[in-house]
């Protein structure tokens, strides 16, 4: 382990010695849900012991900051022009978390892709070491960078709302990931739903289609319903788990980073990760 940073990582008592799990936040269509909720799983994953860092990884148009009400001073650009080290741009969300901001209003960061920087992949990999989970948020869209994450990713979440362009959108992400990487641990969210049967029917629909075009089987993570107190934390820059831990949003949201913390311990004894950051840069 090279870092001596990390009040994170003096807080660890006890630290195995397997890598991280790697939870991508997709799903083609802009405007979904997917900041919202890598931002708040995240967060509900440290509640419940983790140690997480949440990238944000739609690079020139990042926002997962503003989000969380916090202002960071440098983000992945001064990493990427070697003047900050990815340990002094990041920022803590909360005791466990913390964000790896991706830069606003960067021209230069638009087409950026991680895959061809050694030295930041090293960062990262170190980084990784110290913690439980990564979550990262990706631009909308399927260019080559968000590809590649996904590629990488251990699991892939794709955000879909009950609309036909965003059902599309996300059939096409998979589509585009599994050609990628066939085989690869895909789930879906449901958000913005209203009533668990809407939610029914879209994932039967991105269920069905991969199964049958992409012979494929896609996963269920869950719904988040349709809740105006989203809109409200967003207006008031603190994620919605904290503005208000009790609407059915948050309830919703808690409630699929149990169980994916639960599925994480129980392959931890069966199973072996490998670096994200190891296979991503071999992509
Ligand atoms: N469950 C929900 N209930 C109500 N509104 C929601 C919900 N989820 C998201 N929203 C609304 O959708 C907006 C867009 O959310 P968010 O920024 O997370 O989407 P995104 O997929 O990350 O967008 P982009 O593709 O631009 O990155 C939020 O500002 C919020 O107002
Ligand atoms: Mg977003």
Redesign the pocket.
Known sequence: MASARKPLAVQRTARNSRASRCIAVT?G?????????AVNLSLELGQLGNQVALLDA?FG?A?ADL?CGVTPKYHLGHVVEGLKTLEEVTVPLSPEVELIPGGSGIEELANFSLSNRPQILEQMREMEEDLDYMVI?T??GISDAVSGVLAAASEVVI?VTPEPTAIIDAYATIKVMLRRRPGADISVVV??AVGVGDAENVFQSISTATREFLDHAVGFLGV?????N??EA?RSQVPVTQHTPETP?SRAIRLIAKDLHRKARNEATTETLNSFWERFGGN
Do not use: M, R
């Not at 988040?224 to 105006?228: E, K, S, T, V, Y």
């Open positions: 799903g269509k802009g405007g979904v849900g997917k900041s919202n909720f739609d148009l926002n989000l948020d631009a909308a955000v958000n913005n988040i319903p349709a809740d105006p989203v809109t967003v949003a």
